[in-house]
């Protein structure tokens, strides 16, 4: 009857798709959403991962609907571009807070049945931005880059419990996100991947199978890169 699965920031994009794909092996998957409400088939819990108290009660509506989560998506995030010279510092921690403090909030939740249960994986989406850097993304760059640390910090502290934390780097996807992107900046992007297009949804999402599954146990620690080479395994 497969796994109970979260991921946050399911409800549209990469979280969706990886949503969707858990959903379509057998696993029962749950999202979080701010108010747009559950995909057809999902089961949604509304929470803004700013918010510890909104986390906690997403948590406990999934448990009751699908038993204690055992594998946690952290994939909410927001980009809020601008260069240094420019941004505010409420720029900064707001991204921060959401990419980076977010993901540690759900993590935080999610440990203690993992504990219990002597079973779990995180998953964080991270992004190759993380490890190159980007002009204009400081407060993003450093909120991915911080999801590796934390990540291996985790599985650190848990690993000898049979739990895992991965990383999953993608480079740029075909979303909302970078739909927000210009056209000359899409050019730019472009010729510096090898693969010569952006992703899809789902080729994240397989990924995220991977790492999700049983078969992934002694995968720990790691981050996998889905860039199309951009960022040549960093
Ligand atoms: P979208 O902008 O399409 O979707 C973002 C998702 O995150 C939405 O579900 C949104 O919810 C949710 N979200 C944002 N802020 C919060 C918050 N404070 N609390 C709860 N949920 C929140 O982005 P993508 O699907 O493109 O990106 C998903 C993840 O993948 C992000 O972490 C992003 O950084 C990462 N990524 C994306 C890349 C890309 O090229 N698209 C490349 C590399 C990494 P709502 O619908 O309510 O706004």
Not at 111 to 128: C, D, P, Q, T, Y
Request: overall charge neutral; charged content about 20%; proline content about 3%.
């Amino acid at each position: 009857m497969g796994r109970s699965v979260l991921v946050t920031g399911g409800n549209r994009g990469i979280g969706l798709a990886i949503a969707r794909d858990l959903a379509a092996q057998g696993h029962r998957v749950a999202i979080t959403h701010r108010g747009s409400g559950a995909p057809e088939g999902l089961f949604g819990a509304q929470a803004d991962v700013t918010d510890a108290e909104q986390i906690d009660a997403a948590f406990t509506a999934v448990e009751e609907h699908q038993g204690p989560v055992e594998v946690l998506v952290a994939n909410a995030g927001i980009t809020d571009d601008t260069l240094l010279m420019r941004m505010s510092e409420d720029q900064f921690t707001r991204v921060v807070d959401a990419n980076l403090t977010g993901a540690y909030r759900v993590a935080k939740r999610a440990s203690r049945n993992m504990l219990r249960a002597k079973w779990g994986r995180f998953v964080f989406i991270s992004s190759v931005v993380g490890m190159l850097g980007s002009p204009g993304q400081i407060n993003y760059a450093a909120s991915k880059a911080g999801l590796i640390g934390l990540s291996r910090s985790l599985a650190r502290e848990l690993g000898s419990r049979n739990i895992t934390a991965n990383v999953v780097a993608p480079g740029f996807v075909s979303t909302d996100m970078t739909d927000a992107l210009g056209e000359a900046r899409r050019t730019e992007l472009l010729a510096q991947i090898p693969s010569a297009r952006f992703a899809e949804p789902a080729e994240i999402a397989a990924a995220v199978r991977y790492l999700a599954s049983d078969e992934a146990g002694y995968v720990n620690g790691a981050v996998l890169p889905v860039d199309g080479g951009a960022g040549m395994g960093h």
